[in-house]
């Protein structure tokens, strides 16, 4: 909206909201400044901003040591199998929703939200149990399958409101020319959906890759994504802080740039198209 | 419009999501309520036989069971308070022209796409650590004695550090609601001379009603369930211990499965108070 304002209101609201953004993101910012610094600068008094010397030697640290390669590869697969496998199940779903609606599928949505607001911690231990029965307990499969069922509601609900979008004239006339339900949904529907479908799936990889509370309880070394791995810093060890940032830095950067690019998405997944 | 092959084609096409939810909600749930009528130590005897609502009574009665709450509580209440506060304020800021606005929102966002365990590490670490945080860096400089702040001011630290995490989403869906609001009203009641905050309480204020009432039901949900921040930063001790973590210790250390799960009960159920709210709210929606 660009609404006249005078010059100089234009510039304290820029002073301002520069401020602001900057206080916000400060933690980021001085965490991965802290990154390049020796574990001497990174608690040097009083602290050093800019002027250090830049070192690339705690991100060769962190690797070696702690294996940070698995850890990624875990989050990718678990992040990215859950996506995966959420949308071959949501699809079909979100699709029939949309356009074949009943009467029921209203609150057939509305159950699928309310699944998601089961609290984690009241079927911890259920969930442990049969993990440890099927021998998932530590394995990415299992993460992977726990991943895709709690973000699996949110992502029927995004597809759906991006499904609803889609006008329905299109398929009627589709239909009238005498598309079978296979031509409709893979030469009509399936290229329209692309935009709403690559969204839904950019939030359900983040959603996915920050989780921390299934991650951290059903996993121990082998299927460990970056949750966990940062979550062990958290017994310190002499000097750690420029380890510590360089490990978060790896472990937030992928998603931050991802982040950037689905700011408008995430408001219509989280809150189920209820704001748009 | 619809064929009936065709619905029934749709209804094919939604059984797996419905039968996956369907098992992955009444498995566990079922699962749960079996245990917390139970005697279950797994470490220690196992299964021990129907005891009734002992669990449900021992629960409740035992001395951290109000503490939790009332940590749960203070939680999620100071996060909800200072976020949508300070989201409100920062919505309408950045809904302000100005130079750079897609930078600043980038950077305002930015706390919400760092995962949990990281930002109470770095919060914990770097910022609130007594010796050689930032925090106790800057108090040294105005000649005061740094705090202890995880163990001295707990809660409060940790509603510090959830706060930062949540305020980017409070902000960015208060935004997208101010943003929507019809910029004509409000350049008439400027001219017409109404002040700012009579503006604010008579135009602003009840345009965003629906999206703050979201934001809140939202936030609790999630709220009610934080986890990693206080696993990482106090497991729980220092008076943070809220009802989820509570649960999370019997279950998972002390293995008092039938106890623990009596706790998930209640956790469920508060949940779900919550949640009727945020259905209707969402269900209306529905409809238009």
Redo the contacts between chains.
């Keep these: ?3 006249a ?1 005078t010059p100089r ?2 510039l304290i ?2 002073g ?3 401020a ?3 206080l ?2 400060f ?2 910012l ?2 991965i400044l ?1 990154s390049f610094k020796t574990e001497a600068q ?2 040097a ?3 050093l901003f800019l002027g250090f010397d830049w070192t690339l030697e705690n991100y060769g640290v962190v690797m070696e040591r702690s294996d940070y390669g698995r850890f990624l590869m875990n989050s990718i697969i678990i992040a990215g199998g859950s996506t995966i496998l959420g949308l071959i ?2 699809v ?2 979100a ?3 949309a ?2 609606p ?1 009467r029921r599928t ?1 609150d ?3 159950w ?4 998601k ?14 993990f440890i029965e099927l021998g998932l307990l530590d394995s990415r499969a299992g993460l992977v399958i726990v991943m895709m ?1 709690i973000n ?2 949110i992502i ?1 609900w995004m597809l759906y409101t991006y499904f609803r979008e889609i006008p ?1 004239e299109i398929l ?1 006339a589709a239909r009238m020319d005498g598309a079978t ?1 296979k031509e409709e949904v893979l030469y009509i529907l399936t290229p329209m959906a692309v935009p709403g479908i690559a969204s839904t799936m950019l939030l359900n990889f ?1 959603l996915a ?2 989780e ?2 299934w991650t ?2 059903l996993t121990a070394v082998d299927a460990a994504p ?3 791995f ?2 062990s ?2 017994s ?1 060890e002499g000097l ?2 420029a380890k ?2 360089a490990a ?1 830095t790896m ?2 950067a992928p ?2 740039i ?3 690019f689905s ?1 408008k998405q ?2 219509r997944g ?7 | ?2 064929t009936k092959a ?2 029934s ?3 094919l ?2 059984a ?3 039968v ?2 369907l098992g ?2 009444l ?3 079922i ?2 309520l079996w ?1 917390s009528f139970r005697t279950y130590l797994p470490l220690r005897g196992g299964d021990q036989g129907w005891t009734g609502f002992d669990n449900y009574i021992r629960f409740v009665s035992s001395s951290a069971f109000w503490p939790a709450i009332q940590t749960t509580l203070l939680i999620v209440l100071g996060v909800l308070v200072i976020t949508v506060c300070l989201g409100i304020l ?1 919505a309408i ?9 897609g ?17 109470a ?7 609130m650590d007594p010796v ?1 945080g ?1 925090l106790a ?1 800057l108090w ?2 105005f000649g005061a004695e740094p705090v202890s702040w995880l163990s001295d001011a707990s809660l409060q630290s940790i509603i510090m550090i959830v706060s ?1 995490q949540w ?3 409070a902000t ?2 208060l935004l ?2 101010i ?1 929507s609001l019809d ?1 004509e009203q409000l ?1 008439a009641a400027e001219m017409d001379g109404a002040p700012v905050l009579k503006r604010f309480f008579y135009i602003i204020l009840p345009h965003l009603s ?2 703050i009432t ?1 934001v809140i039901l ?1 936030q609790t ?1 999630f709220l ?2 934080i ?2 921040e206080i ?3 106090t497991g729980g001790a220092f008076g943070t211990r809220t009802l ?1 973590y509570l ?2 210790q019997r ?2 250390e002390s293995q008092n ?1 039938g106890l ?2 009596a706790g ?2 209640y ?2 159920i ?3 108070i ?2 009727i709210f ?2 209707r ?3 209306k ?3 238009t």
């Design positions: 909206m660009a609404r304002v209101r234009k609201n820029t301002l909201a520069w602001i953004g900057l916000i993101f933690p980021i001085w965490t802290t990174a608690i008094s009083p602290p199940v949501a079909p779903a699709w029939s929703m356009f074949v009943s209203k057939i949505l509305l699928m939200l309310s699944t607001m089961l609290p984690a911690v009241g079927v911890l231990y259920p969930i442990y149990l049969l069922l699996l509601p029927v329905v009627e339900l983040i890759w920050n921390a509370f951290l309880n970056l949750t966990a940062i979550a810093y958290s310190p750690f802080f510590l940032s978060s472990a937030i998603i931050l991802l982040g950037w700011q995430l408001v989280l809150t189920f198209g209820a704001v748009k | 419009m619809a065709s619905r084609a749709a209804r096409m939604m797996p999501a419905v996956l939810l992955w909600m498995v566990p749930l699962m749960t245990f920062l800021l950045l809904d302000q022209p100005m130079w750079g606005q930078v600043v929102r980038i950077l305002v966002i930015a706390p919400f796409f760092v995962m949990p365990t990281v930002s590490l770095v919060w914990k670490n770097m910022f050689n930032l860096h040294r400089f930062w305020l980017p989403f960015l869906i997208t609601a943003q910029s350049e629906r999206a979201i939202i949900i009610l369930a986890f990693a696993f990482v930063t989820s649960i999370f279950v998972l499965v623990g799960s998930g009960v956790a469920i508060l949940a779900n919550v949640a945020l259905m709210i969402v269900g929606n529905l409809d």
